[in-house]
């Protein structure tokens, strides 16, 4: 099974359309939640962390739900510039363990 | 202007041989580690270090070696043994590492491609 899971797309939207992403993540001892954001053929940069009580930073909201293991990202009035591969990532906060990376979600955004 | 520097932006690598790849940082952060990706695959974690002169294999270290006799530098050999090397490979580098969620950086990458 794997550890993170997302659907990875792509997701084709026209701007201004609102759209939602979803991830799992199998391990139950997961502490740390992020959505991080990669152009093509750069590095990911953090988006946004992911808080129990969910967290909203401008167009985009992360929502956390423990008990069904399960993370969103949901983006609102969708802009070109928007267009990427959006990375769902889990830190499990153990000694000897680093990030885990979903294979990520990629989102098109038309004109 | 703190940041992570990764050269070179491009990597060629012969059969047989040995190459280096750099990875700078100058954010005072005490933990460094190495990524790999491939097209369409998550991030892989190659080897991480939580403090100079200590480091710890990842989920893929075969054929890989690193160093951290810096805090601000940790760079990774990718070896002969390494069959299939081709990827991009990420550095990144955070506070501590140990039950505080911290937030990793990432540096621009290196393309490494067999010739």
């Known amino acids: 099974r794997k550890e993170v899971e997302q659907d990875p797309g792509p997701f084709n939207v026209p701007e201004g359309a609102t759209v939602a992403f979803n991830c799992t993540y199998s391990?139950?001892?997961?502490?740390?939640f992020f959505w991080y954001r990669q152009d093509c053929r750069k590095e990911p940069k953090l988006l946004m962390s992911?808080?129990?009580s969910g967290n909203e930073d401008g167009r985009f909201t992360a929502q956390l739900n423990r008990a069904s293991q399960y993370i969103s990202l949901l983006i609102r009035d969708s802009k070109l510039s928007d267009s990427a591969t959006y990375l769902c990532?889990?830190?499990?906060?153990?000694?000897?363990?680093?990030?885990?990376f979903g294979k990520g979600t990629t989102l098109s955004v038309s004109s | 202007d703190g940041g992570i520097t990764q050269s070179p932006k491009y990597l060629f690598r012969k059969e047989g041989q040995n190459v280096t790849l750099s990875c700078e940082q100058n954010?005072?952060?005490?933990?460094m580690y190495w990524y790999r990706q491939d097209p369409g695959q998550g991030l892989r974690l190659i080897y991480y270090?939580?403090?100079?002169?200590?480091?710890q294999k990842g989920d893929i270290a075969e054929g890989y070696s690193v160093s951290r006799e810096k805090k601000e530098s940790f760079p990774l050999t990718v070896t002969s043994a390494q069959k299939n090397p081709t990827a991009f490979y990420l550095c990144a580098s955070s506070t501590q590492q140990g039950g505080g969620g911290e937030t990793q950086y990432f540096g621009p990458g290196t393309r490494l491609l067999v010739l």
């Open positions: 990532v889990v830190n499990m906060h153990q000694a000897g363990t680093a990030l885990i």
């Open positions: 954010l005072n952060h005490d933990a």
């Open positions: 992911v808080y129990s």
């Open positions: 270090s939580q403090i100079v002169n200590d480091f």
């Open positions: 391990n139950s001892a997961s502490q740390s």
